[in-house]
């Protein structure tokens, strides 16, 4: 898989994404949460700035994710149902493989070549 770019991973939607690169992308933006939570507490502005960060960067990943799928990034949409958006996300974006090959949002990223 080779090194991940944490700054196209968080900030861009562009593009597309792996199952691996998105559950990586997942692991840091919680370790990042709880640790936030446990030095800074959760109340107060700077732990709601970081968790506004916290949400875009999740929304980067969801949306490349998407794409790999050969979806909308519309579709990140059904996270805002609580509980089905979850599972959605989950079964969709964590498990199923992504389209093989080049798709309308970018190359297959497991493509080698």
């Not at 991973?9 to 949460?33: D, H, K, Y």
């Not at 030095?39 to 794409?67: E, Q, T, V, Y």
């Not at 519309?74 to 964590?94: M, T």
Request: charged share 15%; proline share 4%; aromatic share 10%.
């Amino acid at each position: 898989m080779g090194s991940i770019d944490m700054t196209y991973l968080f900030t861009s939607s562009e593009g597309r994404i792996s199952r691996q690169q998105w559950w990586i992308g997942i692991g840091i933006l919680v370790a990042i949460w709880l640790i936030s939570a446990v030095l800074l507490g959760r109340d107060g502005l700077i732990p709601f700035i970081i968790g506004i960060l916290i949400l875009l960067a999740g929304i980067m990943l969801h949306i490349k994710r998407c794409h790999d799928r050969g979806k909308s990034g519309w579709w990140c949409l059904l996270l805002l149902i609580p509980f089905v958006g979850f599972i959605w996300a989950i079964i969709d974006l964590g498990v199923l493989p992504g389209s093989v090959g080049i798709n309308e949002y970018g190359s297959d990223p497991l493509d080698t070549e």
